[in-house]
């Protein structure tokens, strides 16, 4: 359910494709992503025949120093991305835990569905500049298992960067007032939660702030598309045109907008120059963020 936009775009970028390809979706689950961003830099034919659609947060596990990350960020090639999206920590309504002062005082568990996902990497960052008592559950496969689990009362909740799908797939969660947001990763205040303070709010120290905006350049890229790195220029030109045609897509719009889902795209010329500009963050504020991650 989840990953509904990402299929949706592999089924209409075929339209826009001379030839009009038939385009065969397939989930490679593992490493919260890292294994397929592995797969498509070593593995995958790089003739343009197969493209990929990972989590936002895998593009920059090199820079993290994560031990399972098998690939250099910047020979891929990016096609563009499909939404911008804010971190966020969502928790069932009976968790102790309801508020930003009270994940400063009180331990709450989150899911998630690998090390290399946001649902690892945003508590880490939480617990080691604010001292929030984060403990990640991981292990699941899907966000749709944690999502489960909430429900259940295994979990207290999750972060990531989920809120526009988490409204869409649970819109009564929210209605109903079963799901609370004691914060947003994010530089300012959300229009529709205006009482849900953005940890920039209660950053002291410059050092701190730098390592949060580097941290946060991967929300400006959600569901990042991309081709191996060997493909033929002109052929990434041809994909990325077809990312941009797809976006522009009445029939795409619609299928989106069926699905109460929500697109913000990016073109893969501004993505590409967004992470080498990322990855030449200043080498203590990057060694900063390494630690903050903890080399997950």
């Not at 990929?52 to 994560?66: D, H, K």
């Not at 991305?81 to 920590?89: H, I, K, P, Y």
């Amino acid at each position: 359910e989840e990953h509904r936009p990402r299929a949706a775009v592999l089924v209409h970028i075929g339209g826009h494709i001379a030839g009009r390809p038939h385009v065969i979706v397939q989930s490679m689950p593992g490493a919260g992503g890292l294994l397929a961003a592995n797969y498509l830099y070593a593995s995958a034919p790089q003739d343009g025949t197969t493209i990929g659609i990972i989590n936002s947060t895998v593009p920059f596990a090199p820079l993290w120093g994560s031990k399972g990350a098998r690939f250099d960020t910047l020979k891929f090639n990016w096609l563009g991305t499909l939404d911008r999206a804010e971190g966020v920590c969502t928790l069932w309504h009976t968790s102790p835990v309801k508020t930003w002062s009270d994940m400063l005082l009180k331990e709450l568990t989150v899911g998630s569905i690998g090390a290399g996902s946001e649902m690892e990497l945003y508590p880490a960052m939480l617990n080691k500049l604010f001292a929030t008592r984060i403990k990640v559950v991981a292990g699941y496969k899907a966000g749709s298992d944690i999502d489960l689990a909430i429900e259940r009362g295994e979990l207290d909740g999750r972060c990531g960067t989920h809120l526009t799908s988490f409204k869409a797939l649970h819109p009564g969660w929210f209605a109903e007032r079963k799901i609370l947001v004691p914060v947003i990763i994010a530089e300012r205040r959300r229009a529709d939660l205006p009482d849900t303070p953005a940890v920039m709010e209660f950053v002291r120290d410059e050092t701190t702030r730098q390592q949060l905006e580097l941290m946060m350049v991967a929300q400006n890229m959600d569901r990042p598309v991309l081709a191996p790195p060997g493909v033929p220029a002109e052929r990434v030109k041809e994909l990325r045109a077809a990312f941009d045609a797809t976006m522009a897509d009445h029939a795409f719009r619609a299928d989106i907008e069926k699905r109460s889902l929500h697109i913000d795209p990016m073109r893969g010329t501004d993505m590409a120059a967004a992470y080498t500009k990322a990855f030449s963050f200043p080498p203590e504020i990057i060694s900063a963020v390494r630690d903050v991650m903890g080399a997950k």
